[in-house]
């Protein structure tokens, strides 16, 4: 709108007032409208799947936070247990030195594996605490500096089906889905730009007075682009939806890539932990118990109480590190399907 006034003094004295106001409406081809507008919704389900993607991933490392907490406190446990077998075989082997039927060496040797389990076990908690302020982080604080948890980790779901999973993932994952999104934002972007190469018409109506006279004027408006096609608005709009179909192909190939590796993981973790549930554990513990009592009736060297502990104490660590393992990866096979893993 432009509007304005002024005034006329005549030779012969009397003052005329001059008025105009003018009106101008461009108008938008409709085409151009409706791409711009396609562009605006498709960026905004964009922008909703990426905050989706966050929530995911955020998800993850909370769960990931979780399982490395979890298994620190089973570390930590693992040391105590081994701190008392060391009391008690520290008491057996004081008393073999007492009456003469131990070297003195022993009872220093003893002493020096019972220092061992001490530092051991000052690690592990000092881990447990570190792990501790990072889950406390990923809450935002709410957690507080002292807290616990329960639970335990993930349970082998049975079996995993690439295919099955593949195609849900290209589904429904939310990294797909935003790709797609501003692959239709671009797609809507450079058909804009397209349209934007017939110019918009600008209808304008007026009115002016000016001394002695006055009049209503109309008009229409319309610019023509002789130079400036667009060209370049319009590669470069080409350009950013090339991009992001590159971008949708590799999100793909990498979630495709994600999925296979996870399964592989779980697979070995999940073989694992079934050797170690079969019998190995049990062997190491049966294998303590009998070096123990051997020791005890001389039939035994310390050596050989030492090293039974130290198998039983790598046997529960290992065992401890494949559940922590399947949990892992199926927490990582939750991440890049975009959900809970169905066997």
């Known amino acids: 709108i432009q509007s304005g006034r002024g005034t006329v003094r005549e030779p012969t004295g009397p003052t005329l007032t001059e008025r105009y106001a003018t009106?101008?409406?461009?108008?938008?081809?409709?085409g151009k409208r409706a791409a711009r507008q396609q562009a605006a919704q498709a960026g905004l389900d964009g922008a909703l799947a990426s905050k989706e993607e966050a929530k995911l991933n955020l998800i993850a490392a909370t769960k990931q936070a979780f399982y490395d907490l979890l298994f620190a406190e089973r570390q930590t446990e693992t040391a105590i247990q081994n701190v008392r077998t060391m009391e008690e075989v520290q008491k057996a082997v004081i008393r073999r030195v007492d009456a003469g039927e131990a070297p003195p060496f022993d009872a220093v040797k003893i002493k020096v594996e019972g220092m061992k389990v001490q530092k051991e076990v000052a690690r592990t908690r000092g881990v447990v605490q570190s792990i501790q302020a990072s889950l406390n982080s990923?809450?935002?604080?709410?957690?507080?500096?002292?807290?616990?948890?329960?639970?335990?980790?993930?349970?082998?779901?049975?079996?995993?089906?690439l295919e099955t999973l593949s195609e849900q993932t290209l589904a429904n994952h939310p990294i797909i889905t935003k790709w797609k999104k501003l692959i239709v934002q671009a797609q809507q972007t450079h058909r804009q730009e397209q349209q934007a190469r017939i110019p918009d018409v600008t209808l304008s109506g007026g009115y002016q007075r000016d001394a002695g006279r006055e009049a209503y004027i109309a008009g229409v408006s319309i610019p023509f682009p002789v130079w400036n096609q667009r060209q370049g608005?319009?590669?470069?709009?080409?350009?950013?939806?090339?991009?992001r179909e590159a971008?949708?192909?590799?999100?793909?190939?990498?979630?495709?890539?994600g999925i296979a590796q996870q399964i592989q993981l779980s697979h070995a973790a999940a073989a694992q932990i079934a050797t170690y549930e079969k019998g190995l554990l049990k062997q190491a513990q049966e294998a303590l118990r009998i070096a123990q009592v051997s020791f005890k009736y001389g039939e035994a060297s310390l050596l050989d109480v030492l090293d039974?502990?130290?198998?039983?104490?790598?046997?529960?660590?290992?065992?401890?590190?494949?559940?922590?393992?399947?949990?892992?990866?199926?927490?990582?096979?939750?991440?890049v399907t975009g959900g809970t893993v169905q066997p």
């Open 233 to 243: 608005d319009i590669a470069q709009a080409k350009g950013t939806l090339r991009q």
């Open 23 to 30: 009106l101008y409406q461009p108008i938008e081809w409709p």
């Open 308 to 335: 039974a502990q130290r198998v039983l104490r790598q046997t529960q660590i290992d065992y401890a590190q494949a559940k922590y393992d399947l949990s892992i990866a199926l927490t990582e096979l939750e991440r």
């Open 247 to 257: 971008s949708l192909l590799r999100a793909k190939q990498e979630l495709l890539k």
């Open 138 to 161: 990923l809450t935002a604080g709410a957690l507080g500096l002292e807290f616990s948890i329960q639970g335990d980790f993930a349970v082998w779901p049975g079996a995993l089906h």
